[in-house]
């Protein structure tokens, strides 16, 4: 929790202990004033308190920045803190003497409780997180509650007997409305010139006027290094600590780092020029979680990084909790840390930048921060040492890749904040205060506890100017003969990939080798997708293999984008967004393709992994590492998801093609005995729903909108076998030992059907239900064995609806429309479209307990049946009961009292009403009616005669019509139905 200052702690904190505001408060705290009996002569009341108040506040605060100057930096941050203590008490005093209240009408013993809250009441601070008007905000309720007990008191001053009523609502109307506002009048003209004399204030409030450089766009933040210039009090660094700082310098002038090698034609721009002031969002974890997006919508787009920076760094909130930057991979995080780290003053700061994935991640805190040190000076130096030697700066550590930890270990690090505000506290106790930041991925968020009142802040996409300010800097840096510069038009027509730092720089890369992105229409993501991938493995190839035949090129470059596949599939299949490096070695052995690497390149690469081979290359692919136990563990990512999601995809469709080539062949050999082995595509898509991922549906749909008519039909038929054979017993076949995951069998004999029925309807846009049969037999599968979001995600996929076609209608599978309204029951697809007439159909038996058994047993539809289970009770046949009625299924008399009870009178008109009643009506005497008991009978017409009696429109005319239809037809004289209804409408006509 932050620990906010109060006015008697800034009195104490300005006043140095020799200051006259001092010694009055020893005064008031030594003979114990404050407690002292009603009545009493020594005590000190309200109305001298306030007087006090103001003129010692004002000497506190007069001539401030002059004494602040020389001082340690958190000092100078303490001192500011107690003068913005000061204002927010002294604008309250000011705006309660503009009351009309007697100033010797003193009972100042009941008062003096209100001087014991304005000197320790916690008071509010600004801080950079928030808007202005939301530290204004804050504070008026400050001055609200300070207003609201100094009226409680008001009925003890003598001269409140004397006043009438008018006078007395008009006292407190000005002490609980005006005075507030008052207050912040005088508060703002306070803060506005204690903010001009020392400018970090106005950063800590959100009060800096961005006019004059709105349209600009920092990089490498130098407007950071300017404004922390402005302010820096402190001394010249020793010689370590200089050594430091320019260590964490000279990264600027060095070309942004990437993996792999780069074009020899090219130029990579220097980080502090590379390095684009982002756009952010922050906010405090005060109930809030920064995992949540719905949280981060609530908050505007920020461009201030610098001042943000600036107020936070010199708040005092930032030795007390830790700052959390957020970003997806490629957003810029580790970046921001070295960027931040070299331009951070030496005289007022001291930055230790610790990569986590270069620590051990089971060290505490301090010895991680020690072995970074050592890691960036060649010295051990122990932290309280090197701490000690900041001087007048305020030490700041950059704990860089907390997610890094989580994936590349495994280990559970819910409390690594916490332990991180610990040492903060702790640092501060022993006189070591110490900023820290830590940065992380937003997806990982949520896997440790934010300490309340943290404040997090989350990088955001490139807009269009930074997309334009670092394409300037690229095309500048690259001008010459044979480069192609990229237009920021050309990168902006994909978004996806242009507002990320680091996959900007990878569309820049591919543009510049000949890639000639353009603008145009026409270009589908899936084609943008693979001419990138194919590009970057083509260089990778020819690094090594460049003397090979074309053809060998080409099947080398393929084998590159398998293996990449084979990492998308890992962590596709295992559901996650990365893959552990011992996850990635089982796979790629289970999964083997054809090895073409020459001799020198095993040679070189001996010492290598396979994981290390397969994706050390690749720059979009982001390496997560943390040392344990002494052991180096790595995770891998793609740096844009649906780089990932298309690879699923592209060999998806690769290895399906590859099965139809397969089958043609055999086909066109007449003394083939061979049969088409699925075997791969079985161990790639029996784990999860290909659906789990909707880019995965999008991709494979633009790959089949390509295929050729006869290529369309060989594909579905294929489909239509494979899937009528899913559930057959299978033999062991060669890539049995591909496990990404623990599967029962029958969770993968689902997933691979409702895989085979996805690719079916994606090849033929609609598939018939009639040509796969047992249609809710595999639902039922797919819902009971792929669990939660497998199941949700094949709901948000496929629809099925019915199409009239002879000779009767058909019930058809489709992809879900964006514009495809929700699907309501079609009794025709249930039960089929002709049936014999004066049948009554039901699922399994009828018998009401047997229903809740079934239901109870299997756990199907419950949430349904809980709704359902009154009107069960107490007419059970009807939920079962579907008449049939010139051969078609009709809606069950559950359906037809459920349409009755939800009609509003304020959305049907009385028509559609009266024909909804006689459609309940109907079923008394046709089929359904018949087949129900003389009890349940009686039962239905009450269910509809409570809703008839319910509805004031109908007159007696309509309501002794619906009456009558009910016994019109068939109804014996015995039959209870025509006994009611015969006496009611007696009733009737001795009304009328």
């Avoid at 390149?601 to 136990?629: C, K, N, P, V, W």
């Avoid at 349904?864 to 010139?886: K, M, Q, W, Y």
């Avoid at 015995?974 to 209804?981: A, E, G, K, V």
Wanted: hydrophobic content about 40%; some cysteine.
């Amino acid at each position: 929790m932050r620990r906010i200052l109060n006015y008697r702690d800034a009195v104490r904190l300005l006043g140095d202990g020799q200051s006259p505001a001092v010694a009055w408060l020893d005064r008031v705290a030594s003979t114990a004033m404050l407690a002292a009996a009603p009545g009493s002569a020594e005590v000190l009341g309200w109305f001298d308190a306030k007087s006090d108040l103001i003129r010692h506040g004002h000497d506190l605060v007069t001539g401030l920045s002059e004494r602040l100057r020389g001082l340690h930096r958190f000092d100078r941050t303490q001192r500011l803190e107690a003068a913005h203590a000061i204002i927010v008490t002294t604008a309250f005093c000011t705006a309660c003497a503009d009351l009309p209240l007697p100033e010797a009408d003193r009972p100042a013993g009941r008062f003096g409780t209100l001087v014991e809250h304005l000197l320790t009441t916690p008071l509010p601070l600004p801080s950079p997180e928030h808007p202005y008007e939301h530290n204004l905000a804050t504070l008026r309720g400050h001055y609200r509650d300070r207003a609201a007990e100094l009226c409680d008191e008001l009925p003890a001053l003598a001269v409140w007997d004397t006043w009438t009523e008018t006078e007395r609502g008009r006292v407190s109307t000005a002490l609980l409305k005006v005075v507030p506002d008052n207050a912040i009048r005088h508060y703002e003209a306070q803060f506005r010139q204690l903010a001009a004399d020392c400018p970090e204030l106005a950063c800590w409030a959100n009060l800096i006027d961005h006019q004059a450089t709105r349209g600009t766009i920092s990089t490498g933040l130098a407007a950071l290094s300017e404004r922390l210039d402005q302010i820096a009090t402190g001394r010249l660094p020793d010689d370590r600590r200089a050594e430091l700082t320019r260590r964490y310098q000279a990264r600027l002038s060095r070309p942004v780092l990437i993996g792999g090698d780069l074009p020899a034609h090219l130029r990579i721009p220097a980080l502090e020029k590379a390095y684009v002031d982002p756009l952010f969002r922050a906010m405090a974890a005060e109930g809030r979680s920064p995992a949540h997006e719905s949280e981060w919508r609530k908050l505007p787009d920020r461009d201030d990084i610098h001042d943000f920076l600036t107020g936070y760094l010199t708040n005092p909130v930032a030795v007390q909790l830790p700052l959390l930057v957020l970003g997806q991979p490629g957003s810029g995080k580790s970046m921001l840390t070295s960027v931040l780290a070299a331009r951070l003053p030496a005289t007022d700061f001291l930055p230790v930048r610790v990569p986590l994935r270069d620590v051990a991640a089971e060290s505490d805190i301090q010895s991680q921060i020690e072995q970074a040190i050592r890691a960036d000076t060649g010295e051990s130096l122990s932290w309280p040492v090197f701490a000690r030697s900041a001087g007048d700066a305020l030490p700041v550590v950059l704990l860089d890749g907390f997610d890094e930890l989580l994936q590349a270990t495994g280990v559970s690090q819910s409390n690594y904040l916490e332990k991180v505000q610990e040492f903060q506290e702790r640092e501060s106790d022993t006189g070591r205060p110490v900023a820290v930041l830590v940065t992380t991925r937003t997806s990982v968020a949520d896997r440790a506890r934010v300490p309340d009142g943290c404040v997090a802040l989350r990088l955001e996409p490139f807009d269009e100017p930074r997309v334009r300010t670092w394409l300037d800097t690229w095309n500048t840096a690259n001008a010459g003969p044979g480069f192609t510069a990229l237009p920021a038009e050309v990168a902006l027509h994909h978004p996806d990939l242009a507002t990320q730092p680091l996959l900007l720089l990878m569309l820049a890369l591919y543009h510049s080798e000949g890639g000639a992105l353009t603008a145009e229409a026409g270009l589908s993501q899936s084609e943008l997708y693979e001419r990138l991938l194919f590009r970057f493995a083509r260089r990778e190839v020819v690094k090594t293999q460049n003397a090979l035949p074309d053809n060998e090129i080409r099947r080398s470059i393929e084998e590159e984008l398998r293996r990449l596949s084979v990492v998308a599939y890992g962590m596709f299949n295992r559901g996650t967004q990365w893959i552990a490096e011992s996850d990635l070695e089982s796979d790629l052995a289970a999964l083997p393709g054809p090895t073409r690497k020459t001799v020198a390149t095993q040679s070189l690469q001996a010492d290598l992994t396979e994981a290390e081979q397969t994706l050390g290359r690749f720059f979009f692919i982001h390496r997560a590492e943390a040392s344990r136990d002494d052991r180096r563990l790595r995770t891998y990512e793609f740096l844009h998801a649906t780089f990932g999601e298309y690879l699923v995809a592209r060999f998806t469709w690769k290895v399906l093609q590859g099965l139809v080539a397969q089958e043609k062949a055999i086909a066109d050999d007449p003394y083939s005995t061979t049969e088409v082995n699925d075997d791969l595509l079985h161990a790639l898509i029996s784990f999860e729903p290909l659906s789990s991922r909707k880019p995965v549906i999008s991709f494979l749909t633009e790959l089949a909108s390509r295929l050729d008519d006869p290529t369309r039909q060989a594909t579905s038929a294929l489909l239509t076998r494979l899937f009528e054979a899913a559930h057959q017993e299978r033999p062991p076949r060669r890539h049995a030992a591909y496990r990404p995951g623990p599967r029962q069998v029958t969770a993968r004999h689902a997933a691979y059907s409702v895989n085979l029925l996805l690719l079916s309807v994606i090849v033929d846009e609609e598939v018939p239900v009639s040509a796969y049969g047992r249609w809710y037999q595999e639902a039922q599968l797919w819902h009971s064995q792929l669990g939660g979001p497998g199941w949700l995600s094949i709901l948000d996929t496929i629809t099925v609806s019915v199409r009239q076609s002879q000779p009767e209608p058909i019930a058809w599978a489709r992809l879900i429309r964006t514009d495809d309204p929700p699907p309501t029951v079609d009794l025709r697809i249930v039960f089929g479209e002709s049936k014999e007439h004066g049948t009554v159909y039901g699922r399994g038996d009828q018998d009401p307990q047997h229903i809740q058994r079934r239901n109870n047993l299997l756990g199907m539809e419950s949430a349904l049946l809980h709704a359902t289970e009154p009107l069960l009770r107490r007419l059970g046949s009807v939920i079962n009961n579907f008449p049939c009625v010139d051969g078609v299924v009709e809606p069950s008399p559950a359906r037809r009292i459920m349409d009755l009870w939800t009609l509003s009178a304020d959305r049907v008109t009385l028509p559609n009403r009266i024909a909804h009643y006689h459609h309940a009506l109907d079923f008394l005497t046709g089929v359904g009616g018949k087949s129900l008991p003389a009890s349940e009978q009686e039962q239905y017409l009450t269910l509809v005669l409570e809703r008839l009696a319910a509805d004031t429109d109908l007159d007696a005319a309509a309501l002794e019509e619906l009456l009558a239809r009910a016994w019109r037809k068939q109804l014996s004289g015995s039959n209870p139905i025509h006994r009611r209804c015969t006496r009611i409408l007696d009733d009737l006509r001795s009304e009328g």
